[in-house]
């Protein structure tokens, strides 16, 4: 301590404070641990620095020479991260500046300097209680001048007292804006109207009818707290309409949205009405949107009454076939159905009523379109699927990277035309646009090389690689094994190519993560009239059957509809981009659209992600 006493440059009230924590050691109620970890923070080299900087930005403010230029330098990054970004991979001084901007370290400096200009950098020191006789009650008057805009506030009855108490206040509304009414302030008077024993509706027809200037008297709120608005961003995964909401506290409060759009969250201190303005909105205030759990308990409640519904409706008038119970997957396949719910009374159906029979009395059906070679769904697992509630998911901007290309994944139902549009997607550009080689488990054929159609390994090598994990997708046709491994994948982004895939649409649970990060595409089949005109006038041949031999079957369309509809609803909320594929031609060009989007422009991604 003498040293750092003998020191100049010491600050001096660490000096000071050193030399006081020195002599009341004696009296003071502390281990020589504690005084020692005291004695060592308050010489420690790092508070000095932080105590210097502290006192240099104290001073700043008095001193002319020294004064930010802006205070929002972060956001100005980020603009110049929007406009270098499409430029990076043409221009070397672009992609200079664009790989800076996303350096963590260059960020925080910019976040620290906004702080600084912004001068958020004092305590928060909580609010002085004034002295009052216990027998009285502190009141504040408030007047807002009345306008088209809403107050931003809501008003509930207290359930213990009875009074009317403020129940929340909207994030840049009028009322968080005077920064004079709080969460939790009683409401005694309207306009010199008392409003004991009203209720809400009551106090809502006296604003209502005010003009001009409105004046509350009011008793403030314990511990009432400052509203800090979080930076929280999520896209929403279901339509949302305040105005056919019943539980909505205030539907001129509420925030309608659509699916896929981006929330900016400003709020979530309520469990079950959440704070929230749609991402690029200049409207200061915000809205109330269900909360994730609230949103959660209505799906799971619709989900009960339709399947319950689906019981009734699929076992009325049925009968016992008979030969006997089917099986599951054959009801099914069957009712050309595919989300029937668990507690399906398999057995009950009647031959009469089943798309495909040969007679109304035959117990024999249409069987089930031919395998194609390549058939990803050994492990299917719909009953763990269907488990994911789609409600809202956090994200973040995901810049691209010159040189380090997200995969692209086409996803759809056999038939719809992924491998051609994979197809005619690498023909553009072979030497940017590769996609993974499979592997095999079968023997190597004459003219065939290792690694060029397949990678070709033994089949306990490739068990014990997919029990292992390391497939993204893998299936048995005639004894052998077929896949695609993780690592080839990773090896074609790490070698700077853009991997397009187009797998089983359960690989998704091996793609969908933060070290690929790929884009998704769902490439949907048209309604069944267009489908059937426009593959039959093309000629399509049909690739449920082996050999690509004959056209579609009228069965295999509405087969393809249906896995559609499957997988909509079991992965619909993962998809970035949706492409109808109804003209080969308009959707290869919005194919190439979507492209050209991932690699040039940032995206919203899981925050995840980009952490």
């Not at 005291?38 to 502290?54: C, I, R, T, Y």
């Amino acid at each position: 301590m003498t040293a750092v006493m003998a020191n100049g440059n010491w600050d001096p009230a660490l000096s000071r404070l050193l030399a006081s924590l020195e002599e009341a050691r004696q009296v003071l109620p502390s281990s020589e641990e504690e005084f020692g970890f005291l004695s060592d923070l308050l010489q420690s080299k790092e508070l000095h620095a932080l105590v210097k900087v502290h006192n240099k930005i104290i001073s700043n403010g008095k001193d002319e020479k020294f004064h930010p230029t802006l205070s929002n330098s972060m956001q100005i990054a980020l603009e110049v991260l929007d406009v270098v970004g499409p430029r990076a991979a043409l221009r070397e001084e672009c992609k200079e500046i664009f790989m800076l901007l996303q350096k963590p370290h260059i960020q925080g400096l910019l976040c620290a300097h906004d702080a600084v200009a912004q001068k958020d950098y004092f305590p928060r020191l909580p609010e002085i209680p004034l002295e009052v006789d216990e027998d009285e009650e502190t009141i504040k008057i408030v007047q807002l001048v009345k306008s088209n805009e809403p107050l931003g506030a809501t008003i509930k009855t207290d359930e213990e007292t009875g009074k009317i108490v403020i129940a929340r206040i909207m994030h840049g509304g009028a009322a968080d804006r005077s920064g004079l009414i709080h969460v939790g302030d009683e409401v005694c008077e309207v306009n010199g109207i008392n409003v004991e024993g009203k209720t809400p509706n009551d106090v809502l027809k006296i604003l209502q009818n005010s003009e001009g200037t409105i004046t509350f008297k009011l008793v403030p709120a314990d511990g009432k707290v400052g509203i800090r608005e979080s930076k929280v961003r999520v896209r929403a995964h279901f339509d949302y309409s305040s105005s056919t909401d019943p539980y909505i506290p205030c539907k001129e409060a509420g925030l309608d949205f659509i699916k896929g759009d981006v929330l900016h969250i400003v709020s979530q201190d309520d469990a079950y009405w959440w704070q929230a303005r749609r991402e690029g909105d200049r409207n200061m205030r915000a809205g109330l949107i269900p909360s994730r759990a609230l949103q959660e308990r209505r799906i799971l409640h619709e989900r009960t009454q339709q399947d319950k519904t689906s019981e009734e409706d699929y076992t009325v008038g049925f009968s016992p076939l008979p030969d006997g119970k089917w099986s599951y997957s054959d009801v099914v396949w069957s009712l050309g159905l595919h989300l029937l719910p668990a507690n399906f009374p398999v057995g009950l159906c009647s031959v009469s009523v089943l798309p495909g029979c040969q007679s109304p009395k035959s117990p024999r059906c249409a069987s089930k379109p031919k395998t194609k070679k390549i058939m990803y769904d050994t492990a299917e697992n719909d009953d763990f699927d269907r488990e994911e509630i789609a409600t809202y998911e956090e994200v973040a901007k995901l810049y691209p990277r010159p040189g380090l290309h997200r995969p692209v994944v086409l996803i759809g139902p056999p038939g719809v035309g992924r491998n051609e549009l994979k197809r005619r997607l690498i023909a553009t550009d072979q030497e940017k646009y590769k996609t993974p080689i499979p592997y095999t488990s079968r023997s190597m054929r004459h003219g065939e090389v290792n690694g060029k159609e397949y990678f070709f390994v033994t089949r306990e090598k490739m068990e014990e690689e997919i029990e292992a994990g390391k497939f993204i997708e893998f299936g048995e046709y005639k004894g052998n094994l077929y896949g695609t491994s993780a690592e080839s994948v990773k090896s074609l982004v790490n070698a700077g190519y853009v991997c397009i895939l187009n797998p089983h649409y359960q690989a998704l649970k091996m793609l969908r993560i933060p070290q690929l990060k790929p884009f998704l595409i769902y490439i949907k089949p048209p309604e069944f009239d267009i489908l059937k005109e426009t593959r039959n006038a093309c000629y399509a041949r049909s690739t449920f059957d082996e050999n690509n031999s004959r056209g579609f079957t009228d069965d295999e369309f509405r087969e393809m509809l249906h896995s559609s509809e499957r997988i909509e609803f079991l992965y619909g909320h993962l998809f970035d981009k949706v492409i109808e594929n109804s003209d080969l031609s308009t959707a290869f060009e919005q194919l190439l659209l979507a492209v050209k989007k991932v690699e040039t422009e940032p995206l919203w991604v899981p925050a995840s992600w980009v952490q």
